[in-house]
Every structure is written in C-alpha cells, then in structure tokens.
C-alpha cells in the first residue's frame, strides 16, 4: 500500500468511505501512533502495543489505559 499526501495513511482504503471519513481516521491515527509521555518516568518512550496497552521503552512498564491515546 501507498501513502499519498492527501489521505496519507487512510490510503488502504481505496475509493471507499469518502474523503471526510478517512480524514478522521488520519487525524485518530496518526495521534495514536506517536510517542506519548510516560505518567511513572516522563518520558516520551510510551508506545501504545494495543487497544488500551501501553508500554514505556525506558521504564519497561506495560499497563492499561484509554483505548486510542492518552489524555493529558
């Protein structure tokens, strides 16, 4: 699959679902798929592994938490 500068990620998608959908599945994405602060060692090493399990690479703690990303 290929990202493209308009849908990026969404891409996998195809001619499907409408351009406003995929939007908001980039905007969620691409939010979840970055390093987030850790809350016991405040780091930014925190990964998200799966819905709602997060682990933090410098602290080797793996806990749960919100589902998609963490609230500030």
Avoid: D
Avoid at 14 to 43: D, L, S, W
Avoid at 60 to 72: G, M, N, Q, T, V
């Amino acid at each position: 699959m290929t990202k493209t500068k308009k849908i990026k990620h969404s891409g996998r998608f195809g001619v499907r679902y409408g351009i406003v959908t995929k939007a908001r599945i980039n905007k969620i994405e691409a939010k979840q798929r970055k390093k987030q602060k850790c809350p016991f060692c405040k780091a930014f090493k925190l990964k998200r592994e799966a819905a709602g399990i997060w682990f933090c690479n410098k602290c080797k703690r793996r806990f749960a938490s919100s589902a998609y990303f963490l609230e500030e």
